[in-house]
């Protein structure tokens, strides 16, 4: 069964950070690149950051870019987003997402990041 579970989401006061963790199971996680994307209420879903399947290359999305960092380790099958210096406007729900481009898509259930001010 393939699985994507988020955890490391919670309450934290601007400035703060946080550690969302992504463990994979069911599949092969060394052939997907990886993404972490966001939702915050009555907005469309934001990539924040993506992967490469062996970690060479990562990219962040402006709005994050010097304050996260994504990473992997293929043999824990787990991708991490290290949030630093968060900011009330990074409030949302935040998704994994592992697509190898060949049809297989897997999603996450979710993990809320709140930012208090």
């Known amino acids: 069964q393939v699985q994507l579970v988020e955890s490391g989401g919670g309450l934290v006061q601007a400035g703060g950070s946080l550690r969302l963790s992504c463990v994979a199971s069911?599949?092969?996680?060394?052939?997907?690149?990886m993404k972490w994307y966001r939702q915050a209420p009555g907005k469309e879903r934001e990539l924040v950051a993506r992967?490469?399947?062996?970690?060479?290359?990562?990219n962040h999305a402006d709005s994050v870019k010097g304050r996260f960092t994504i990473s992997r380790d293929n043999a824990k099958n787990t991708v991490w987003l290290q949030m630093n210096n968060l900011k009330s406007e990074d409030t949302a729900v935040y998704y994994c997402?592992?697509?190898?481009?060949?049809?297989?898509?897997?999603w996450g259930q979710g993990t809320q990041v709140t930012v208090s001010s």
């Open positions: 997402n592992a697509n190898n481009g060949l049809g297989n898509d897997y």
């Open positions: 069911g599949f092969k996680l060394s052939s997907f690149p």
């Open positions: 992967i490469s399947t062996a970690g060479g290359i990562t």
